[in-house]
C-alpha cells in the first residue's frame, strides 16, 4: 500500500507493483522499452511515444516505446501511472 517513485536507465526488466497508490518513473529520453502497463482504477499518462500492440484501453496499455528494450512492467490495483522523460 502507497506509492512509488523510481528514476534510472533501464539496463534489464523492471516489474513494478503497487496494490494502492501511485506508480511514477523518470527514464532517461533515449531510452527505449517494451511497455506492459495496467490499473485497476487510474489512468496512464507517458511523454514516450509508443507504437502499440493489442488493445489500447483507459488502464491499459502494452506496446513498444523508441524501438523496444528491456520490459517495463507496471501494475496498479487502485492508482496512476505515469512514466516521463527525465530531464
Request: hydrophobic share 30%; aromatic share 4%.
Amino acid at each position: 500500500s502507497g506509492g512509488l517513485a523510481i528514476q534510472g536507465e533501464m539496463a534489464g526488466d523492471w516489474r513494478l507493483s503497487a496494490s494502492s497508490g501511485t506508480i511514477r518513473t523518470n527514464l532517461p529520453a533515449s531510452q527505449g522499452f517494451e511497455l506492459d502497463a495496467s490499473t485497476g482504477s487510474g489512468s496512464i499518462n507517458l511523454d514516450f511515444p509508443v507504437t502499440v500492440s493489442g488493445t489500447i484501453g483507459r488502464r491499459t496499455l502494452k506496446g513498444s516505446a523508441q524501438g523496444g528494450g528491456p520490459l517495463l512492467h507496471i501494475r496498479t490495483s487502485s492508482g496512476g501511472i505515469t512514466i516521463r522523460r527525465a530531464t
